[in-house]
């Protein structure tokens, strides 16, 4: 005959195991591993675009240099050449001021290749730039669109949890406190499965078939139990 307290904890587990594969369903969402990877594409692309940026932070700075430089040396040979060509100087200081604007000429030949070489490194680190911008960009779209796919998931399965645990709250009450520590010990050595029921001289447990004498053993038992694994037996 079976007791009314062994059936309530039959159905106390198949909510508990319901529980279980809601949790692990929670936990092992596919999207989860997507998520994981979308933020670490998101970390190191952000990281990418900072180190962009400090590179052109610090071009712009040298930029800025070479250009000042650059004005520098042509206001100071404009300011040679007028007085060369103003005339009005000794041959002695004539030759001196070709000299000056001769040496001057090639310091301003080789700022400006200086100063293109760097406009040239501009456009290849805003390209760079762009580059780094679109991948943080993808990333941190992926991670939202996925972080919205699974807070929707989880909301379902919080849910259904919520169904459950209000369920097992109503089962729990009818089931004997040291039947229960019983059971709670066993589900957590059992994988999750405490009791079972025998059917067909089986045990719902392990499913090894108990013979004759060992069913009568099982029943010795208060509550019963499963002469192979221990477990709970509803006769």
Sequence with gaps: MEIPALADLLDLQEVDLQIDRLLERRQGLPE???????????????AAVAAVEEEQNALHLELD??????EMIEAKLDESETRLYAGG????ETEHKQLEVTSLKGQRGAMEERVLGL???????????????GELADATADEQRLE?????????????LGRRERRKS???????PELLALYE????????????RLDAGQCGGCHLSLSAPEQMEAAEYDPPRCVHCRRILVL
Aim: net charge negative; aromatic share 2%.
């Design 148 to 160: 919205g796919m699974i807070t929707a998931a989880w909301k379902e399965i919080d849910l259904e």
């Design 119 to 133: 406009l040239d490194a501009t456009e290849t680190l805003d390209a760079k730039k762009a580059t780094a911008d």
């Design 32 to 46: 989860l591993a997507d998520y994981r990877d979308a933020d670490r594409r998101r970390v190191e692309a952000a």
């Design 65 to 70: 240099r070479a250009e000042g430089e650059l």
């Design 89 to 92: 100087m000794s041959g002695r």
């Design 170 to 176: 109503e089962i729990i009450p009818s089931i004997p």
């Design 185 to 196: 010990k066993l589900r957590s050595t059992k994988e999750g499965v405490a009791v079972g």
